[in-house]
């Protein structure tokens, strides 16, 4: 069954995360950062008495930190990292979306303002694809100003800790957009649902391309991203054709109809980066140095076109 929230829900939750002052404990949200209350200690002499007052700095918390495995994406090359948010800064909401085959809870975390129109980022959805982590770090060290972005780090964690491809269950979950067997795929529609969002970014090695999928919107956001990174004109992202395997855009059209996507294929950062992806012949490797320049451009053509589209 596909999973449901009421609106009403999400919107609580939206209302929690807008709350500078708002409890920190609720029941699917955790908000940061928190500010605790000030102490204050009086102290009396036989003269006057002093009143000193310390304050303590507002906790700054990433409650998904230690869910989000280390993984061999951290130690490819000299200048790997992995999708764990190790930028400084922390989101201004996060939010479990879901668990996956072993256990591990799925994040997604927010970034920019929480009113207006919201962006859906997947950074990682197989687990051996490293060099998205650089998209998202992009993301993470200068948020939108404009429109806000629900980011999920990782929708595989359990392929992210092995370094494979598929789930634990052995599925791809880039195959599962109607079928829905695997909590991964799940979670993914499940994010869409509360976050209806405008646009959906999905990010994956290793074949060096843009593709926009139904819409307008997102061939403007590919086009400008792909052009950004000097990939040239953008491709179709595609649908599966082989009998109920369906990619995650397309069982995002069934949650939201009308959903549009962008497809982002960075390369390889790396030999033992998606070393057998399903078409061998479109592989390509880059260095680490060309996709951090190609994450940063493509970050600044998606806000540029998102916050104000041509005409």
């Known amino acids: 069954m596909r999973p449901r929230l009421m609106a009403a829900a999400f919107a609580a939750v939206m209302v929690a995360a807008c709350s500078a002052e708002g409890s920190t404990a609720t029941t699917d949200a955790t908000i940061a950062p928190t500010a605790p209350a000030s102490s204050s200690t009086t102290s009396s ?33 000299v200048r790997s990292i992995g999708f764990r948010n190790d930028t400084g800064e922390v989101a201004n909401g996060y939010r479990e979306i879901g668990t996956s085959t072993e256990g591990r809870t799925i994040w997604s975390e927010h970034w920019g303002p929480l009113a207006g129109p919201q962006v859906l980022v997947f950074g990682q959805v197989h687990g051996d694809e490293c060099a998205p982590a650089f998209m998202v770090r992009a993301i993470r060290e200068r948020p939108p100003t404009e429109f806000g972005i629900w980011l999920v780090p990782t929708l595989n964690p359990d392929g992210l800790a092995d370094h494979h491809r598929r789930t634990a269950l052995d599925v791809d979950p880039n195959r599962d957009g109607y079928d ?14 509360l976050v209806e969002p405008i646009l ?79 078409d061998l012949t479109q592989r390509q490797e880059g260095t680490v140095a060309e996709v951090i320049v190609a994450a940063e451009a493509m970050r600044d053509a998606l806000y540029a076109t998102v916050a104000e589209p041509p005409a």
Not at 180 to 193: D, F, Q
Not at 253 to 267: A, C, I, M, T
């Open 45 to 77: 002499t036989t003269t006057a008495p002093v009143v000193s007052n310390t304050t303590t700095e507002p906790a700054r918390v990433d409650p998904s930190y230690d869910d989000i495995p280390e993984g061999q994406c951290s130690h490819l090359t």
């Open 180 to 193: 829905l067997v695997t909590p991964e795929a799940r979670a993914a529609m499940h994010a869409t649902e």
């Open 200 to 278: 959906t970014v999905h990010l994956h090695s290793p074949y060096k391309w843009v593709g926009a999928h139904n819409g307008v919107l997102a061939t403007q956001v590919a086009t400008a991203m792909s052009y950004a990174a000097g990939w040239g004109y953008p491709k179709n992202a595609g649908r599966v054709r082989n009998g109920t395997q369906a990619f995650l855009w397309e069982g995002q059209e069934l949650v939201v109809p009308g959903s549009q996507s962008v497809l982002v294929e960075f390369p390889a950062t790396s030999p033992l980066e998606s070393p057998a992806p399903p």
